[in-house]
């Protein structure tokens, strides 16, 4: 029974951090996971109920981990009995378990097709991509300070790098005239409106591949990315939790393929992000890691680490099973496959129905094109649109201005947390939602 304590009209005071809007807990992403949360869809009990489709949650090669855990029953029950359970709940040593940093940095190597080599001694570990991401800003930029980010960008970010930090975000604006890629002209404005804004530019942010677009960035995009940051003596974070989701290997370039090809010159000023909350679909296990090329701040992230410890019986679990080969080569090789046949059925599905997606070749979503269908091309009108989908439809989607893209119609939508057949009611949700728009119209 919940205690209800009665609110003073004069409260006592608080820090700036938790009276801040920057958290953006008003954005219509977030909103869209409250009305699921109030009437989720469920085959026999709600099927009239909100299909979730903007959560990236890889569900699609779960049984090949729940396969693993039965036939190795010892990665999750310490393997040394009372021992075992002695040396982990005793374990606390910030740089992790040696074994699971040493497996963390062969699995990056296998994402990326051997083209890639990680030393496990950069490696920091931290409690998801979250922590990993706010900490490295933390250690990257003052309060006031700029990072440059791409649009459209996954709206997390504005709590992870802005909420607790005090940095400022300043977007460099893509659009769909060259399908959003970053062009040396975008990243040059938003450097000089950041100085117009009297900010100092400590770093320019991507996802690689990009969420919210479902694509990998181009390897002359990365070099380009790369000799900006060294002319204006700044920071360039690779967020590449999405690596192993790209459906074909050769199609993701990541930085550190660059870096290894110049000889790592400029390295010091490159740090790579990295999560097995998407690409493995661990997001319970909080398990993210930066790699960073520069030795101050791996010392300084691993210091700050301690404020965000994954627990040693988690790293004890993930040490076994990704220090497996068999497993991880045909984990990663199925889990292309089937997030790619996963995409296909979602595009051919929206394309039979008249709606067109920019054309996508990783992640756990599409970028789908419902500007034609606005009745005013603005932000209002993408709202309008989302709201008809959500309370409608019954789909949560989320729409592109939580996305900070420039350009009103644009939707972000989820494909791989949900069964095919779901997938499939949602799909004849828009079919029938479409229709009825032209039997409107005529």
Known sequence: MAIEIEQPSVSVGLSKVAVSETHGEDSPYFAGWKAYDENPYEELTNPSGVIQMGLAENQVSFDLLEEYLEQHPEASAWGKGAPGFRENALFQDYHGLKSFRQAMASFMEQIRGGRAKFDLNRIVLTAGATAANELLTFILADPGDALLVPTPYY???????????????????????????????????????????????????????????????????????????????????????????????????????????????????????????????????????????????????????????????????????????????????????????????????????????????????????????????????????????LHEVKLNISPGSSCHCSEPGWFRVCFANMSEQTLEVALKRIHNFMQKRERRRN
């Open 155 to 389: 709206p997390g970010f504005d709590r992870d790098l802005r909420w607790r930090t005090g940095i400022k975000i300043v977007p460099i604006h893509c659009d769909s005239s060259n399908n959003f890629q970053i062009t040396p002209q975008a990243l040059e404005a938003a450097y000089k409106e950041a100085e117009s804004k009297d900010m100092r530019v400590r770093g320019v942010l991507i996802t690689n591949p990009s969420n919210p677009l479902g694509a990998t960035i181009q390897r002359s995009v990365l070099e380009e990315l790369l000799d900006f940051a060294t002319r204006k003596n700044i920071h360039l974070v690779s967020d590449e939790i999405y690596s192993g989701s790209a459906f074909s290997s050769s199609e993701f370039v990541s930085i550190a393929e660059i870096l290894e090809a110049r000889q790592y010159k400029d390295s010091e000023r490159v740090h790579i992000v990295y999560s097995l909350s998407k690409d493995l679909g661990l997001p319970g296990f909080r398990v993210g890691t930066i790699y960073s090329y520069n030795d101050k701040v791996v010392t300084t992230a691993r210091r700050m680490s301690s404020f965000t410890l994954i627990s040693s019986q988690t790293q004890y679990l993930l040490a076994s099973m990704l220090s497996n080969k068999k497993f991880t080569e045909n984990y990663i090789k199925t889990n292309r496959e089937r997030l790619q046949k996963r995409y296909q059925m979602i595009i051919e599905g929206l394309r039979s129905a008249g709606i067109e997606c920019l054309k996508g070749n990783a992640g756990l979503f599409c970028w789908m094109n419902l500007s034609p269908l606005l009745e005013e091309q603005t932000r209002e009108g993408e709202l309008a649109l989302w709201d008809s989908m």
